[in-house]
């Protein structure tokens, strides 16, 4: 399912990279939250090799690696330390089960596909993956696929992901506040596959 916003695959790369090639991503308070991320998914999540999956910047993958994890990143964007590539192409990037867990905040619902997307997650990653989202309060056209979920913080709402990630568990949801979010809060969603 395409993601309602771009005309075409092309659009979505063109798109992705015009609006992010000026844009600096790292901050204290980012660096902040995703610390609480890594103690989330050390909470839950047993694997320590991590894809960071539409990372901007080297300091997300860094920072999992400064946490004992062996972390790599792709991202549309080149960068010192990650893969610069198309997150609907990572098979291309990665042999499948290469990574035990992936590491998604705010890029699912800027995909073009997320379905596919979840669908190479899925065969990368041997454990699960952790993914963060806006939540949004009115109605979205242009996310059909993650909408609900944005939506109503409901993990019943997750399922409409099930034909990218087949079988999984919803092992732990957080919810916080993100007052420079034009949603004004976010929800993370921690996702183990069942084989």
Known sequence: MQHFKYHSYEHYLDSQYQSNINRTFFTKLKADLRAEDIRNIQ?????????????????EVDDFNNNGYDAK??????????IQGDMHRMDLYFKQCSFDLAYASHALEHSYDPIKVLSLIRKIC????????????????YEPVLFNVMRSRATEDLQELKPGLGDF???GSWVRD?????????????????D
Not at 73 to 82: E, H
């Open 43 to 59: 909470s839950v999540f047993t694997g320590k090799r991590c894809l960071c999956v539409g990372c901007r910047l080297d300091e």
């Open 73 to 82: 990143g792709i991202d549309i964007l080149p960068t010192n330390r990650q």
């Open 126 to 141: 041997t454990e699960g993956l952790y993914m963060i989202l806006p939540l949004r309060n009115h109605t979205d056209e």
């Open 169 to 171: 568990q919803v092992i």
């Open 178 to 194: 993100m007052p420079f979010q034009p949603s004004g809060a976010e929800i993370a969603f921690a996702i183990k596959w069942l």
